[in-house]
């Protein structure tokens, strides 16, 4: 009988997905130290508002996906 691992492989999705939008407002961030700074000024409220969440929401889905792997294999 196969395993059915289709609410792990949910939340790795949504961890991956996580960290992807982390490295892209990582990388936006990293745009914004290399520019002029009349630009720079400009634009770093918006990045900044972007990147203060990111961290906490990979945290997040690494704690699930990890609470759910300690369940599933062992069982607490």
């Known amino acids: 009988m196969p395993d059915n691992n289709t609410e792990l492989d ?4 949504t961890y991956v ?3 992807e939008q982390l ?3 990582i ?3 990293e745009a914004l130290a290399s520019v002029n700074h009349t630009i720079a000024k400009w634009t770093s409220g918006r990045i900044r508002t972007s ?3 990111k961290p906490a929401i990979v945290k997040d ?3 699930r996906y990890e ?3 300690r369940q599933k294999f062992f069982n607490f």
């Open 23 to 25: 490295i892209d407002a």
């Open 61 to 63: 889905a690494k704690r």
């Open 27 to 29: 990388g936006q961030e």
């Open 17 to 19: 997905a996580a960290v």
């Open 67 to 69: 609470d759910a792997l």
């Open 10 to 13: 949910q939340m790795q999705a």
């Open 51 to 53: 990147t203060k969440t």
